[in-house]
């Protein structure tokens, strides 16, 4: 049985075990949700066209994790004018785990394995070090390989430090800028993610525009 939602304005076909990234919701990861915006549900010639919504029919998914999509970069020039502009943009996410699919009239699919655990930043666990703006996969396993796998350790350590670091393990990673992570890194482990948002939004690549 599959389902297709419609949740930030956007449609999405999903099945019972699916996991989609959709438009940022507001829920903390590992909440379960209620999705009722469903357009249409069934399998094969068996499919409920909703009017627009099919009538009982329903979507549970647990978030699993909130995020941003790599940066959209924007560049603006006018020749002759002496004019160019630099900027880019990170749309938020929502990364939701499909467990359940009811098409309103008593049938119900449900997924075969339970929600798997979440990565996603928490306390004591392990954090997504790459949420960090300038810090990609390559460099956060440098990071990693130097003991920092978590935004406490991150926020702890000296810009100064995480140079070195970057230029002992070789490659072109000495050439990141790195003033402002252990600033973005404090902000996360303190879940401050309005802030959060509000600094990356003002840099490029780690660097303030």
Request: hydrophobic share 45%.
């Given at each position: 049985?599959y389902?297709?939602?419609k949740?930030g304005?956007?449609?999405y076909k ?9 438009e940022?919701i507001?829920?903390?990861v ?6 009722e915006q469903?357009?249409a549900v ?6 409920k066209?909703?009017?627009?919504w099919v ?7 647990t978030?699993?994790?909130?995020g941003?999509?790599d940066?959209v ?5 006018r ?9 880019g ?5 929502t ?18 394995m339970?929600?798997p655990v979440s990565?996603a930043?928490q306390r ?5 070090i ?15 390989d130097?003991?920092i796998t ?14 070195a670091?970057?230029?002992a ?6 050439l990141?800028?790195?003033a ?8 996360l ?16 690549g780690?660097?303030?525009k």
């Amino acid at each position: 049985m599959y389902a297709v939602i419609k949740t930030g304005g956007k449609q999405y076909k999903v099945a019972a075990g699916d996991k989609i990234k959709v438009e940022q919701i507001a829920a903390d990861v590992g909440q379960d949700i209620t999705i009722e915006q469903v357009l249409a549900v069934g399998s094969g010639a068996d499919v409920k066209i909703g009017a627009p919504w099919v009538a009982g029919a329903s979507v549970k998914a647990t978030v699993l994790a909130q995020g941003r999509h790599d940066k959209v970069r924007i560049f603006k020039m006018r020749r002759r004018k002496h004019y160019q502009k630099h900027g880019g943009h990170r749309q938020s996410f929502t990364e939701l785990f499909v467990a359940a699919i009811g098409d309103g009239a008593g049938g119900e699919a449900l997924a075969a394995m339970p929600a798997p655990v979440s990565l996603a930043p928490q306390r004591g666990g392990k954090d997504d070090i790459e949420l960090i703006e300038g810090i990609g996969p390559k460099i956060a396993k440098v990071l990693a390989d130097n003991g920092i796998t978590s935004f406490a350790k991150l926020a702890e350590a000296n810009a100064d430090d995480i140079t070195a670091m970057l230029k002992a393990s070789g490659g072109r990673f000495a050439l990141a800028n790195t003033a402002t992570w252990p600033q973005q890194a404090a902000l996360l482990r303190d879940g401050k993610l309005d802030e959060f948002k509000k600094l990356t939004d003002e840099l490029v690549g780690g660097v303030k525009k």
